[in-house]
């Protein structure tokens, strides 16, 4: 297809209608849940009215990025096979979430994991630890998705990249700031239906070309490029790094600040369980689409055309889009990929609001003295912070691919949150100067290794060769925070938080106490 010429790169009326209107539903919305919003409990847990099936969709919208559809779908259209470890990973965290951690964090927390951490320790020393591993995630996985807007609506539109990247940062502090978590929440919904409809419509437009059989399509990407598509090897050739990357996604899912305070929304812990389950069952069906949508952008559009409109194969589901469905179709795909965009950093900016005004000004400034009032209006100065460094880190990691970002957040999610949650939850030794020694271990890991590392050290700063060899650290970071949390909790031992430990225990199971 050297010959196809592409609508991407100028102004689109049909996406320009759809995207406005998705907006102005979604700011509708947003005005409503304002007069709702006005204690601590509606801000940030939407006063714990969600049920367990919105909750479920919720779920699905905030973990369904930009980076997922647009990232996923370029590598495996790029790299083939390889793309499905991504695709499979970022599932298979969902199961570990259920089991160990929905029902202790709904019955121990209040709004945040810190809650959970820091339920019989010292408030301080754990509080700042993991606001520092909650924040570090949090930034990361911003850049993953200002990245993907700005360079989403530079070609849609032709707009300039930073003011692409300004305009999503507005409307998305505009949902946070007035209407918390209540708007946010809804907005996820509305993106999950579209993106999930959107993605279905795609694989039927491609099925439909190879006679509803799947073998037959990924037989034309092989006959295309070769049978290394349907191998291993195109992506991650490095075992080790592979083995690394599928532990930074699997464990990554149960670290991540804005997935894990979406617990607090429903009323209990049943509803907990009961979105878990349903937010599974959504994302399973997404990301096996990505996978088909991938082949299909290899076989139906080819990487000389994907990668002349995107180097990293971002815009790979917009261009299979247009060639399945023409422009108007192209157009509500890229409306539903700007409106996953400003979900997804709704989230990720609320999260991040919620550990400055809780627990870093109310448990750790303030020491617990602070009034409501005080503490939302806090969240909604960290909200207008977030989001100009949003826009800022948008600005500065122009041009990276959005799925490899993505990968390192979980890296940092994995290794600094989840090891100190799980060992709070589940080891009765557990101390606090064990729980600062897990965050701050696993977070400093994850980074120095990530910019020691070919993604960072080569790609980013220019250098021949990386210090450290592979592309995620988790297989290093995540066993250093447990062993670090599990050695020094036996050399620092807390017997406060022993004796609490019986005390947690009952919360955790019977929910006694539990908001």
């Known amino acids: 297809m050297n010959d196809f010429t592409s609508s991407i790169g100028q102004p689109n009326a049909v996406s320009i209608v759809f995207f406005f209107l998705f907006v102005a539903a979604t700011l509708v919305i947003t005005w409503f849940a304002a007069k709702k919003s006005r204690s601590a409990s509606q801000f940030y847990a939407a006063g714990r009215s969600v049920t367990g099936l919105q909750n479920g969709l919720a779920l699905a919208g905030d973990y369904m990025s930009a980076a997922s559809f647009l990232g996923i779908a370029g590598l495996v259209a790029l790299k083939g096979y390889d793309g499905l470890i991504y695709s499979i990973g970022f599932l298979v965290g969902w199961p570990i979430i259920m089991f160990l951690i929905a029902e202790p964090l709904r019955n121990l927390g209040k709004y945040t994991f810190a809650d959970v951490v820091a339920y019989r320790l010292r408030q301080k020393p754990v509080r700042i630890a993991a606001s520092v591993g909650s924040l570090m995630t949090v930034a990361f996985y911003l850049i993953a998705q200002m990245v993907g807007s700005g360079s989403l609506v530079t070609l849609m539109f032709g707009l300039p990249y930073e003011a692409a990247v300004i305009f999503v940062g507005a409307v998305m502090i505009a949902y946070v700031l007035f209407g918390g978590m209540l708007a946010t929440t809804w907005v996820q919904i509305i993106k999950a239906v579209l993106l999930m409809g959107g993605a279905t419509v795609i694989v039927f437009l491609v099925l439909s070309t190879y006679g509803f059989d799947p073998t037959v399509l990924f037989g034309a990407a092989a006959a295309k490029y070769g049978d290394k598509v349907l191998a291993p090897g195109g992506l991650v050739s490095n075992p080790w790094d592979a083995l690394s990357l599928g532990i930074a996604l699997m464990f990554g899912t149960a670290g991540l600040p804005h997935i894990l305070m979406r617990f ?219 062993l670090s949390g599990w050695a020094i909790s036996l050399l620092c031992p807390d017997r406060e938080a022993e004796e609490k430990y019986a005390e947690q225990k009952i919360r955790n199971y019977l929910a006694v106490g539990a908001e």
């Open 264 to 482: 607090y929304t429903v009323p209990d812990a049943k509803a907990a369980r009961k979105s878990v389950f349903y937010a599974t069952g959504f994302i399973s069906y997404f990301y096996i689409l990505t996978f088909i949508i991938g082949f299909g952008a290899m076989a139906l559009v080819g990487h000389d055309v994907i990668t002349r409109f995107d180097k990293g194969g971002n815009m790979a589901a917009l261009l299979l889009a247009e060639v399945t469905g023409g422009t108007v179709f192209l157009g509500f795909i890229a409306a539903v990929a700007f409106a996953t965009i400003l979900a997804v950093v709704a989230g990720l900016t609320l999260a991040g609001a919620t550990t400055f005004s809780h627990d870093l000004y109310v448990n750790v400034f303030k020491r617990g003295q602070a009034t409501e009032q005080e503490e939302v209006k806090m969240a909604k100065r960290g909200t207008l912070f977030l989001g100009v460094l949003a826009v800022g880190l948008g600005i500065a990691f122009k041009g990276q691919n959005v799925a490899f970002m993505v990968g390192l957040a979980f890296a940092i999610a994995a290794s600094a949150n989840f090891p100190a949650l799980l060992m709070s939850i589940l080891w009765k030794r557990f101390s606090t100067t064990g729980a600062w020694a897990s965050i701050a271990t696993g977070s400093v890991l994850a980074v120095g290794l990530i910019i020691l590392s070919p993604t960072v050290w080569v790609d980013v700063f220019g250098n021949k060769a990386a210090l450290f060899p592979w592309k995620n650290p988790a297989l290093i970071s995540l066993p250093a925070a447990f």
